[in-house]
């Protein structure tokens, strides 16, 4: 079993609301986790047994009477009917002495939440939503951080216990982890097939999240979609092109992109707006959730194959974006991110916002990385806000600062 930064989170917050949700993708072990968290004491039902699922659907008052908390309901997102009435039970039982128990509900879910139909009205204010992604770095090698998230520092972040155990990688090793991807079961059990693993997963994806709960009904032109958008990942999203390309319409493409975003296989990354400025482009960027899901679709076969191919700056980009967002996500925080590109093609991969200050970042496929890296931080100034620290992300072996307002980091040490 490894160790996942995210179990203290939830046992804070489940201490503290009635209700927890936990979404992500399939596979990424949020199942897992709560129950590793519980032991197995408390009881486990799924909504992909039929059976289970229609009684939810048609009878959720007597679905929960057989079923009383605490329990455990996986995939609740098949029985958006059951809101309402665990609205209803934790509502009553704040009359009793004591209240509800703390964590009555554990539900988990693969559709993202903000789009999981009848959850926002029914128990806002009553419940407590994290979000699950795949293995971070540091998970794999066993080292869960469970310090503060991400931020662009000039000191090293590797200064207490298990941290000064983290060692520099070789460009192999940051591709192979890349290849690898996130997912928790291949790499527990290195029995595993990858192709296996991967070809399984993309047919029980389309076959019980897309035509079932979708009814999508040309699975195979949406595997084609799926495959180029992941041929895009760390681009701006071009809805003509990907419907083009898969022979589809443009209000397709646009559907099918946000079934893979409220599935949790993609993000997409909203460009920084401030009302100051006219000139941004107001198109999202599109990342890929697992890499190794990525480079499987893209069919890059080896490390080294990715390493020296079309898409090693898109997807060391996109590995980054992730252990980035895992460093907040894992932490119970919503971090405010985004990227900067304008029409005179001025780019910056990422900002990230905190406390009023604006942070830039670069990624570069470089272990040398210069002031040219950092030339387009300067339109932050125009942006109404303060300019924090900056980084290039990197393969350097340690950090260094490249003058006093931005540093090179190394990929390894987000």
């Given at each position: 079993?490894?160790?996942?930064?995210?179990?203290?989170?939830?046992?804070?917050?489940?201490?503290?609301?009635?209700?927890?949700?936990?979404?992500?993708?399939?596979?990424v072990g949020k199942t897992t986790l709560l129950d590793e968290l519980v032991h197995?004491?408390?009881?486990?039902?799924t909504l992909d047994n039929p059976r289970h699922r229609i009684l939810a659907q048609n009878d959720p008052e007597l679905f929960l009477e057989e079923n009383p908390p605490p329990i455990l309901i996986d995939e609740v997102q098949y029985a958006p009917e059951l809101f309402p009435y665990i609205k209803m039970y934790v509502d009553s039982h704040k009359k009793h002495k004591g209240g509800a128990a703390r964590g009555a509900f554990w539900l988990t879910g693969s559709q993202k939440y903000k789009l999981m139909k009848g959850i926002s009205e029914?128990?806002?204010?009553?419940?407590?939503?994290?979000?699950l992604l795949g293995l971070s770095y540091r998970e794999k090698i066993r080292l869960p951080y469970s310090g503060k998230p991400f931020i662009p520092e000039f000191a090293s972040s590797q200064k207490k216990d298990k941290e000064t155990k983290l060692?520099?990688?070789?460009?192999?090793e940051i591709y192979k982890h890349i290849w690898e991807g996130s997912l928790p079961e291949p790499i527990a059990d290195k029995k595993i097939k990858r192709e296996a693993f991967?070809?399984?997963?993309?047919?029980?994806?389309?076959?019980?999240?897309?035509?079932?709960?979708y009814s999508i009904e040309k699975p195979v032109q949406f595997y084609n979609f799926l495959s180029a958008v992941a041929a895009r990942t760390g681009n701006l999203v071009n809805y003509s092109k990907l419907a083009q390309d898969v022979s589809v319409d443009l209000?397709?493409?646009?559907?099918?992109?946000?079934?893979?975003?409220?599935?949790?296989?993609?993000?997409?990354?909203q460009p920084y707006s401030p009302n100051a400025t006219s000139r941004i482009i107001k198109t999202p960027k599109v990342y890929f959730m697992d890499t190794g899901l990525c480079s499987y679709l893209c069919r890059w076969e080896t490390p080294e194959t990715l390493y020296s191919g079309a898409m090693d700056g898109a997807i060391l980009e996109t590995w980054c974006f992730g252990e980035i967002l895992?460093?907040?996500?894992?932490?119970?925080?919503?971090?405010?991110?985004?990227f900067y590109r304008d029409t005179d093609q001025k780019e910056i991969d990422f900002i990230i916002e905190k406390n009023m200050t604006l942070h830039p970042i670069e990624v570069k496929k470089t272990a040398m990385p210069?002031?040219?890296?950092?030339?387009?931080?300067?339109?932050?100034?125009?942006?109404?806000?303060?300019?924090?620290t900056g980084a290039v992300l990197c393969l350097c072996k340690e950090r260094t600062a490249i003058n006093r307002e931005a540093v090179s980091i190394p990929v390894w040490e987000i």
């Open positions: 079993m490894l160790e996942r930064t995210m179990a203290k989170v939830i046992e804070e917050y489940s201490a503290r609301f009635k209700v927890l949700l936990l979404t992500g993708q399939r596979q197995k004491k408390r009881p486990y039902i029914s128990l806002a204010g009553r419940i407590v939503i994290l979000e060692k520099s990688l070789s460009v192999k991967y070809s399984s997963y993309i047919q029980s994806y389309i076959e019980r999240d897309v035509r079932d709960f209000k397709t493409a646009q559907t099918w992109m946000g079934i893979l975003e409220r599935s949790g296989l993609v993000y997409l990354l895992k460093s907040y996500w894992n932490n119970g925080i919503d971090p405010l991110i985004y210069d002031e040219k890296d950092i030339k387009n931080f300067k339109v932050i100034e125009k942006l109404g806000k303060k300019t924090g």
